[in-house]
């Protein structure tokens, strides 16, 4: 396949690209017939929505069960909150003042008491057997969905301890249940009735586990096996620790953000973005001529395309995550300056334009990568360690680093080759020069 073939499919990925970025971008901009906040997933600072704050009480438990406690509290919470319908809802635990805190937020929810009556419910651990009829014997088929099961009198208020354990035979991870006296007696006689089939187990009225009854077990102690990964048995254990041991919650902090407050900031930092937009184009223009302009048109697509992905995630744009994104637009013109600069020098040097622009583009390469590779480390970095906040600026500035390399390197390489720069007149060196002077 020779070069203009290869040039002619780049050009064609990239017009295509570019239409449904723009498209995307028009949408986020307002320009469309659905609501602003249906086009994009949007933080509940840009948004709206409640912010609660819990205080947990673990005066109760061992220091060492505080940690793994929380985080199961914080699973079943997670939980809850999506089956509220919360999109990218927010849930976290943090020390305040040596007090453990549980902080949730939930963008587009308004109903604030709706949401604490959900939230702030003691998480509800259950074991539940398949139906039978009058004469005993089981209604259900081999097929048997969450309907088909009934509470038994055993709870997770009867459970002393849940913990990982692995198999001696396999390897592979389990699950180690151990009953107080009252749990054990009653966990021996629904095993003893429920041999060779499932007996399931809930957790806020959700079934997490439905393991087959082997035989009857007796002595207080379960395990219960299955093709767990480490990660899923562990995150197994907390779930049956949130409901064996409940940790009761207070809030402490409610606050609501109105919708028309969310709005405010979201046209504040759009203004934001297209005054930068618009003094870099223009400082792009004034000063690198021909080559500038195309840096403007690669600019678009570079923001177009920035916000394709956004969307295609989806990731949930905060005030934080709209400044990293305006932020990278400074980072991606950042590389055309630099081959820009080189062009200068190439030219300078009485090279002709068209192998200026191929130097320009071939040496700034190691500049432009070095550059960009310590920014996604950077942005790694904040990422890995940042809270909820700081995460969304490092998401937003790492897609847009990884887009702008794009943008500066190939999409302003093709627009440019595509040029008449061949001649050699006054006029196309000065189009191609830079600064005030000719």
């Known amino acids: 396949m020779n070069s203009t073939k290869v040039r002619i499919i780049a050009l064609s990925i990239l017009i295509l690209g570019l239409a449904a970025g723009f498209y995307d971008s028009a949408e986020f901009l ?43 509290l914080k699973d079943v919470i997670e939980r809850r909150v999506n089956l509220f319908g919360v999109s990218e809802p927010l849930v976290q635990t943090a020390q305040v003042g040596g007090k453990n805190r549980l902080i949730v937020e939930l963008a587009g929810v308004f109903d604030i008491n709706e949401a604490i009556k959900t939230i702030g419910e003691t998480p509800y651990l259950e074991f539940k057997e398949l139906a039978r009829d009058s004469s005993g014997k089981v209604t ?29 035979t396999s390897g592979s991870p389990d699950v180690l249940l151990e009953f107080n006296s009252e749990g054990a007696k009653l966990f021996e006689d629904i095993t003893g009735r429920n041999v060779n089939l499932p007996l399931a187990v809930f957790l806020d009225g959700s079934i997490i586990s ?78 690198y001529r021909l080559p500038g302009l195309i840096a403007v048109v690669a600019l678009g697509i570079y ?5 394709l992905l956004f969307k295609l995630i989806p990731v949930t744009l905060s005030s934080a995550g709209i400044a990293g994104f305006i932020l990278s637009v400074g980072m991606a013109v950042d590389a055309n300056i630099l081959i820009f600069e080189r062009m200068k020098e190439e030219l300078k040097a009485g090279k002709s334009v068209d192998s200026a622009m191929k130097e320009g583009f071939s040496r700034a390469w190691t500049s432009i990568r070095d550059s960009n590779v310590s920014s996604l480390i950077t942005a790694a970095i904040l990422y890995w ?12 500035l790492g897609l847009g680093v990884l887009v702008s390399m794009f943008s500066a390197i190939t999409a ?8 008449p720069h061949r001649s050699q007149n006054k006029a196309m060196r000065f189009l191609f020069g830079s600064g005030l002077a000719h």
């Open 30 to 72: 307002g320009f469309h017939d659905e609501r602003w906040a249906k086009n994009f997933r949007l933080g509940l600072d840009l948004q709206g929505g409640a912010h609660l704050e819990y205080e947990a009480d673990v005066s109760s438990l061992p220091a060492a069960d505080i940690s793994s406690s929380m985080d199961g």
């Open 140 to 168: 259900a088929t081999s097929s048997a969905e969450i309907k088909d099961f009934v509470p038994t009198e055993l709870s997770g208020r009867f459970v002393n301890r849940a913990q990982l354990g692995f198999n001696g």
């Open 210 to 287: 439905a393991p087959i009854v082997q035989n009857k077990i007796a002595g207080g102690s379960a395990q219960i096996t299955g093709n767990f990964t480490v990660d899923e048995a562990k995150q197994l254990v907390r779930r049956f620790n949130a409901g064996a041991l409940p940790i009761p919650i207070t809030l402490v902090s409610q606050q609501s953000v109105e919708p028309s407050l969310g709005f405010e900031s979201l046209m504040k930092s759009l203004r934001a973005g297209i005054w930068g937009f618009l003094a870099v184009a223009i400082f792009m223009i004034l000063w």
């Open 303 to 307: 923001a177009a395309l920035s916000l």
């Open 412 to 419: 302003s390489r093709y627009l440019l080759l595509i040029l």
């Open 385 to 396: 360690f940042g809270t909820s906040i700081v995460k969304g600026f490092a998401l937003t």
